[in-house]
């Protein structure tokens, strides 16, 4: 079950940081001026993108495993809903970001206000899919020993039967 308690996890803080960014860090950019508010998201947007996008895939990962090991449809559910905003990101958030990392400075004004506030629109699907997937998880968790490894986790596992050391009788 440490996998997928570990999906859920890191569900959780890829959830947490999007409604952070969201309701706290884009909210308080909307407050700037244009010129202070494209300075701040550009570096922002950087750091953040790596942050993201990696806890995304360990999170997918981490639920792919997870329903190998139970063969339970919440855990694939929850990994392809963690897996989604890389591709939601690649193809329809990468023009916006795109457009406003390019902008010069000097050239902030209402277009660039623009592109913010629909950033935060398109983000909010981000932060949606990561709240999905923690649920996602969570609904596996608590089927709790219903959860029974595979067929073929068991055969990986082979003759040990388990990952921990067998315990003296």
């Not at 706290?24 to 550009?42: C, F, I, N, P």
């Not at 990994?79 to 939601?88: C, F, V, Y």
């Not at 932060?127 to 595979?150: E, Q």
């Amino acid at each position: 079950m440490t996998l997928g308690v570990l999906a859920a996890v890191s569900a959780a803080v890829f959830f947490g940081a999007a409604v952070y960014v969201l309701f706290v860090e884009h909210a308080a950019r909307g407050e700037l001026d244009d010129q202070t508010a494209l300075a701040e998201w550009k570096p922002a947007y950087k750091r953040g993108a790596i942050m993201q996008g990696g806890i995304a895939l360990l999170t997918a990962g981490l639920g792919i495993a997870a329903w190998l090991q139970f063969d339970h449809p919440a855990f694939l559910i929850g990994a392809i809903l963690a897996a989604l905003p890389w591709p939601w990101t690649l193809f329809v958030i990468r023009p916006t970001n795109d457009q406003l990392l390019a902008l010069p400075m000097e050239q902030a004004g209402m277009s660039s206000r623009h592109l913010l506030q629909k950033w935060g629109r398109l983000h909010s699907v981000r932060t949606l899919l990561g709240g999905l997937a923690t649920i996602s998880f969570v609904i596996a968790l608590m089927s709790g020993p219903s959860i029974k490894p595979s067929a073929d986790f068991k055969k990986f596992l082979g003759e040990r039967g388990s990952f921990y050391p067998q315990q003296a009788k």
